[in-house]
Protein backbone atom coordinates (compact mmCIF):
# COMPACT_ATOMS: atom_id res chain seq x y z
CA UNK A 1 0.00 0.00 0.00
CA UNK A 2 2.79 2.19 0.88
CA UNK A 3 4.40 1.80 -2.76
CA UNK A 4 1.49 2.52 -4.25
CA UNK A 5 0.48 5.79 -2.32
CA UNK A 6 4.43 6.71 -3.41
CA UNK A 7 3.93 5.88 -6.87
CA UNK A 8 0.31 8.26 -7.10
CA UNK A 9 1.94 10.88 -5.25
CA UNK A 10 5.29 10.76 -8.05
CA UNK A 11 2.63 10.58 -10.76
CA UNK A 12 0.97 13.94 -9.38
CA UNK A 13 4.55 15.64 -9.04
CA UNK A 14 5.41 14.25 -12.96
CA UNK A 15 5.87 18.03 -14.01
CA UNK A 16 5.08 16.68 -17.84
CA UNK A 17 1.44 15.55 -16.10
CA UNK A 18 1.63 19.02 -14.31
CA UNK A 19 1.95 20.62 -17.70
CA UNK A 20 -0.71 18.93 -19.45
CA UNK A 21 -3.07 19.64 -16.37
CA UNK A 22 -2.49 23.10 -16.69
CA UNK A 23 -3.32 23.45 -20.46
CA UNK A 24 -6.45 21.73 -19.74
CA UNK A 25 -7.45 24.39 -16.96
CA UNK A 26 -6.04 26.86 -18.60
CA UNK A 27 -8.66 25.91 -21.98
CA UNK A 28 -11.11 25.13 -19.08
CA UNK A 29 -10.86 28.79 -18.33
CA UNK A 30 -11.85 30.03 -21.68
CA UNK A 31 -14.45 28.27 -22.14
CA UNK A 32 -15.77 29.66 -18.94
CA UNK A 33 -16.46 26.41 -17.64
CA UNK A 34 -18.22 25.56 -14.07
CA UNK A 35 -14.77 24.93 -12.55
CA UNK A 36 -16.35 23.83 -9.35
CA UNK A 37 -18.49 21.53 -10.64
CA UNK A 38 -15.45 19.86 -13.28
CA UNK A 39 -13.46 19.69 -10.22
CA UNK A 40 -15.48 17.37 -8.36
CA UNK A 41 -16.69 15.11 -10.94
CA UNK A 42 -13.12 14.69 -12.09
CA UNK A 43 -12.42 13.86 -8.21
CA UNK A 44 -15.52 11.20 -8.41
CA UNK A 45 -14.53 9.62 -11.67
CA UNK A 46 -10.90 8.95 -10.39
CA UNK A 47 -12.23 7.78 -7.26
CA UNK A 48 -14.48 5.45 -8.86
CA UNK A 49 -11.83 4.29 -11.52
CA UNK A 50 -9.12 3.19 -9.10
CA UNK A 51 -11.95 1.19 -7.12
CA UNK A 52 -13.66 -0.40 -10.43
CA UNK A 53 -10.10 -1.23 -11.21
CA UNK A 54 -9.04 -2.38 -7.43
CA UNK A 55 -11.89 -4.75 -7.51
CA UNK A 56 -11.21 -5.98 -11.07
CA UNK A 57 -14.41 -5.19 -12.37
CA UNK A 58 -13.05 -3.49 -15.39
CA UNK A 59 -11.18 -5.41 -17.79
CA UNK A 60 -7.96 -3.21 -18.20
CA UNK A 61 -6.59 -5.95 -20.64
CA UNK A 62 -9.06 -4.65 -23.53
CA UNK A 63 -7.80 -0.75 -23.08
CA UNK A 64 -5.17 1.06 -24.99
CA UNK A 65 -2.06 1.08 -22.56
CA UNK A 66 -1.27 4.68 -21.59
CA UNK A 67 -2.44 6.88 -18.51
CA UNK A 68 -6.04 6.04 -18.39
CA UNK A 69 -6.76 8.05 -15.03
CA UNK A 70 -5.61 11.45 -16.83
CA UNK A 71 -7.29 11.19 -19.66
CA UNK A 72 -10.59 10.77 -17.88
CA UNK A 73 -9.63 13.24 -15.46
CA UNK A 74 -9.44 15.90 -18.55
CA UNK A 75 -12.54 14.81 -20.19
CA UNK A 76 -14.41 15.62 -16.58
CA UNK A 77 -12.63 18.80 -16.55
CA UNK A 78 -13.85 19.38 -20.24
CA UNK A 79 -16.82 17.32 -20.63
CA UNK A 80 -18.95 20.76 -20.20
CA UNK A 81 -17.19 23.07 -21.97
CA UNK A 82 -19.43 22.79 -24.85
CA UNK A 83 -21.81 25.07 -23.36
CA UNK A 84 -19.98 28.05 -24.26
CA UNK A 85 -21.48 27.19 -27.58
CA UNK A 86 -24.71 25.84 -26.90
CA UNK A 87 -26.49 23.98 -23.55
CA UNK A 88 -28.97 21.70 -25.83
CA UNK A 89 -26.29 20.21 -27.48
CA UNK A 90 -23.15 20.83 -25.10
CA UNK A 91 -21.77 17.18 -25.17
CA UNK A 92 -21.25 17.55 -29.32
CA UNK A 93 -20.00 20.74 -29.02
CA UNK A 94 -17.51 20.13 -26.21
CA UNK A 95 -15.99 17.45 -28.59
CA UNK A 96 -15.05 19.72 -31.64
CA UNK A 97 -13.54 22.17 -28.98
CA UNK A 98 -11.69 19.79 -27.32
CA UNK A 99 -10.22 18.56 -31.14
CA UNK A 100 -9.48 21.90 -32.25
CA UNK A 101 -7.96 23.54 -28.59
CA UNK A 102 -4.33 23.71 -29.00
CA UNK A 103 -3.65 21.59 -25.87
CA UNK A 104 0.27 20.78 -25.64
CA UNK A 105 1.73 17.57 -24.68
CA UNK A 106 -1.08 15.73 -25.83
CA UNK A 107 -0.40 12.39 -28.82
CA UNK A 108 -3.31 12.30 -31.19
CA UNK A 109 -4.91 9.32 -29.77
CA UNK A 110 -5.53 10.81 -26.53
CA UNK A 111 -6.78 13.73 -27.65
CA UNK A 112 -9.19 11.45 -29.61
CA UNK A 113 -9.71 9.55 -26.46
CA UNK A 114 -10.51 12.53 -23.73
CA UNK A 115 -12.53 14.47 -26.59
CA UNK A 116 -14.83 11.24 -27.43
CA UNK A 117 -15.07 10.53 -23.42
CA UNK A 118 -16.72 14.11 -23.41
CA UNK A 119 -19.02 13.82 -25.81
CA UNK A 120 -20.59 10.90 -24.36
CA UNK A 121 -20.94 11.89 -21.19
CA UNK A 122 -24.49 11.97 -21.74
CA UNK A 123 -27.31 10.51 -24.21
CA UNK A 124 -27.29 7.20 -25.58
CA UNK A 125 -24.15 4.88 -26.19
CA UNK A 126 -24.75 4.72 -29.86
CA UNK A 127 -22.06 1.06 -30.26
CA UNK A 128 -18.89 0.76 -32.00
CA UNK A 129 -20.61 1.69 -35.52
CA UNK A 130 -21.31 5.51 -35.33
CA UNK A 131 -19.58 7.69 -37.07
CA UNK A 132 -17.96 9.35 -34.18
CA UNK A 133 -15.56 6.02 -34.10
CA UNK A 134 -15.02 5.93 -37.57
CA UNK A 135 -11.40 5.22 -37.37
CA UNK A 136 -10.89 4.12 -34.30
CA UNK A 137 -8.94 0.85 -33.06
CA UNK A 138 -10.67 -1.10 -31.03
CA UNK A 139 -8.50 -1.00 -27.60
CA UNK A 140 -9.40 2.88 -28.46
CA UNK A 141 -12.94 2.01 -28.19
CA UNK A 142 -13.07 -0.03 -25.81
CA UNK A 143 -11.52 2.69 -23.69
CA UNK A 144 -13.61 5.41 -24.45
CA UNK A 145 -16.68 3.71 -23.76
CA UNK A 146 -14.85 2.58 -19.87
CA UNK A 147 -14.09 6.00 -19.20
CA UNK A 148 -17.27 7.62 -20.73
CA UNK A 149 -18.84 5.22 -18.57
CA UNK A 150 -17.58 6.55 -15.08
CA UNK A 151 -17.87 9.79 -16.51
CA UNK A 152 -21.57 9.34 -16.27
CA UNK A 153 -21.82 8.18 -12.90
CA UNK A 154 -19.79 10.85 -12.05
CA UNK A 155 -21.63 13.64 -13.16
CA UNK A 156 -24.57 12.16 -12.21
CA UNK A 157 -23.14 12.12 -9.04
CA UNK A 158 -22.88 16.11 -8.41
CA UNK A 159 -26.75 16.69 -10.53
CA UNK A 160 -27.03 19.17 -8.14
CA UNK A 161 -23.72 20.86 -8.39
CA UNK A 162 -23.61 21.54 -4.78
CA UNK A 163 -20.81 18.96 -4.08
CA UNK A 164 -23.35 16.61 -1.94
CA UNK A 165 -21.17 13.54 -2.11
CA UNK A 166 -18.46 13.78 -0.50
CA UNK A 167 -16.89 10.05 -1.06
CA UNK A 168 -17.40 6.52 -3.30
CA UNK A 169 -17.32 3.35 -1.60
CA UNK A 170 -17.28 0.66 -4.19
CA UNK A 171 -18.58 -2.44 -2.54
CA UNK A 172 -17.22 -6.02 -2.97
CA UNK A 173 -20.69 -7.71 -3.83
CA UNK A 174 -21.32 -9.68 -6.84
CA UNK A 175 -23.19 -10.16 -9.34
CA UNK A 176 -24.40 -6.85 -9.32
CA UNK A 177 -21.91 -3.59 -8.59
CA UNK A 178 -22.73 -2.02 -4.98
CA UNK A 179 -21.54 1.71 -5.18
CA UNK A 180 -21.85 3.36 -1.58
CA UNK A 181 -21.86 6.79 -1.17
CA UNK A 182 -21.04 9.50 1.81
CA UNK A 183 -22.90 12.49 1.41
CA UNK A 184 -23.24 15.94 2.92
CA UNK A 185 -26.56 16.53 1.94
CA UNK A 186 -29.78 14.42 0.64
CA UNK A 187 -28.65 12.75 -2.00
CA UNK A 188 -32.19 11.84 -3.88
CA UNK A 189 -31.14 14.51 -7.02
CA UNK A 190 -27.64 12.64 -7.07
CA UNK A 191 -28.70 9.11 -6.75
CA UNK A 192 -31.58 9.43 -9.88
CA UNK A 193 -29.15 10.84 -12.62
CA UNK A 194 -26.46 8.61 -11.63
CA UNK A 195 -28.59 5.47 -11.92
CA UNK A 196 -29.89 6.45 -14.86
CA UNK A 197 -26.71 7.26 -16.13
CA UNK A 198 -24.79 3.72 -14.78
CA UNK A 199 -26.38 1.77 -18.24
CA UNK A 200 -23.27 1.70 -19.86
CA UNK A 201 -21.42 0.92 -17.01
CA UNK A 202 -23.77 -1.90 -16.22
CA UNK A 203 -23.28 -3.16 -19.67
CA UNK A 204 -19.81 -2.86 -19.28
CA UNK A 205 -19.58 -5.46 -16.36
CA UNK A 206 -22.34 -7.17 -17.08
CA UNK A 207 -24.18 -6.46 -13.77
CA UNK A 208 -26.92 -4.17 -12.53
CA UNK A 209 -24.88 -1.03 -11.10
CA UNK A 210 -26.90 -0.09 -7.15
CA UNK A 211 -26.42 3.17 -5.83
CA UNK A 212 -26.83 4.13 -2.44
CA UNK A 213 -26.12 6.20 0.35
CA UNK A 214 -23.60 4.26 2.85
CA UNK A 215 -22.66 7.12 5.41
CA UNK A 216 -24.27 10.89 6.29
CA UNK A 217 -21.91 13.41 7.07
CA UNK A 218 -19.29 10.96 8.87
CA UNK A 219 -22.26 9.30 10.60
CA UNK A 220 -22.59 5.69 9.04
CA UNK A 221 -26.21 4.75 8.05
CA UNK A 222 -28.39 2.50 9.95
CA UNK A 223 -30.30 0.95 7.26
CA UNK A 224 -27.55 -0.37 4.96
Avoid at 6 to 12: E, F, K, P
Avoid at 133 to 151: N, Q, S
Amino acid sequence: MTELVSLTVARRRDPARLARRATVLAFGRECNYHAGHAAQVARLAQTLHRQLVAADRINTKTLRPGPIGEWLEYAALLHDVGYIVDAKKHHRHAERLIREASLSGFLRHEIEIIALTARFHRKRWPGPDHKAFTGLGRADYETVKTLAAILRVADGLDRTHRHVVRNIVVGQTEPQLEIGIVVADVPDFEIQAATKKADILGELIGARVDIRPLAFDGQLLRDR
